[in-house]
């Protein structure tokens, strides 16, 4: 283990823990920092994802060191800011097991930023779980149960066609996607549904390759797919990438389910 790397990690740890102290509405004064990384640091640390979240409190930040970690995550703590160092060196993989990637269960105000999940398979083709990145406020309950989710720098792909969504939020309202990348899914490439006003922002987003569509969103009972094979990307909060866009774009905003900048 290199001084430079021990560094680097102590650097961000202090930035980590620099933001909330500015910024109150991130977090508590009194957040702590649980750190996780593989390699040999004098200091406490995890060496897995889900042990730092399990021992984290609500406000606390959880910092993923650059590295592979072949596991599942499931969050039901509160106002956590999970944050990866390196969008593309930090990978949670699912090496083709069914199940799902990062699972936050009825948590609200949960950040996921700046990291990969990829390869969360489904047992079957149409089957259950396979989805990457999951705020679930209650999936299949018909009640909002989540409020406040937040994706940012998210890269999510499966190259074996079993996953089903990259980045999903059901049952949830009041968050926001922004730089996220999904591609390679049986189902859409992100999903958003199961809330009648979803309060809900998608920015600079880039989606293709997925067998299903683009995109698909589920309000008032009303789902949109995008095109099969077309490659969307949101530049700014909406824009679709078929001949339905302006339908689409038009119906939403009246709708209030997703709201400009």
Not at 49 to 56: D, E, G, N, P
Not at 185 to 201: E, M, Q, T, V, W
Not at 234 to 257: C, P
Request: glycine residues 12%; negative net charge.
């Amino acid at each position: 283990m290199s001084r430079t790397h021990c560094r680097r990690l102590a650097l961000a740890m202090a930035a980590a823990v620099a933001v909330p102290l500015l910024v109150a509405v991130a977090a508590p004064v009194h957040a702590a920092v649980q750190v996780v990384t593989k390699a040999a640091v004098p200091y406490a640390h995890f060496t897995t994802i889900q042990a730092a979240v399990s021992a984290a409190a609500p406000g606390d930040w959880v910092l993923i060191d650059v590295g592979v970690y072949p596991e599942a995550v499931y969050v039901t703590t509160p106002n956590l800011h999970i944050r990866g160092m390196d969008r593309n060196g930090v990978i949670v993989d699912g090496q083709h097991q069914a199940g799902n990637g990062i699972e936050v269960w009825k948590a609200d105000g949960v950040w996921i930023e700046n990291l990969t999940v990829r390869n969360f398979d489904r047992a079957t083709l149409d089957g259950e779980d396979g989805n990457e990145i999951w705020w679930n406020g209650g999936d299949g309950s018909g009640q909002i149960g989540l409020h406040g989710w937040y994706g940012r720098y998210l890269t999510t792909y499966s190259d074996g066609l079993l996953a089903g969504y990259g980045i999903f939020t059901s049952n949830a309202v009041s968050g926001f996607w922004d730089n996220v990348y999904a591609s390679g899914f049986n189902g859409s490439g992100i999903y958003l549904g199961a809330c009648r006003d979803c309060k809900a922002k998608i920015r600079n987003a880039l989606i293709e390759n997925n067998a299903l569509g683009q995109f698909a969103f589920l309000m008032r009972g009303h789902g949109v797919h995008g095109r099969v094979g077309s490659i969307v990307k949101y530049d700014g909060t909406l824009f679709l990438a078929d001949e339905v866009a302006s339908r689409v774009k038009d119906s939403l905003m009246s709708e209030g389910s997703v709201a400009a900048d």
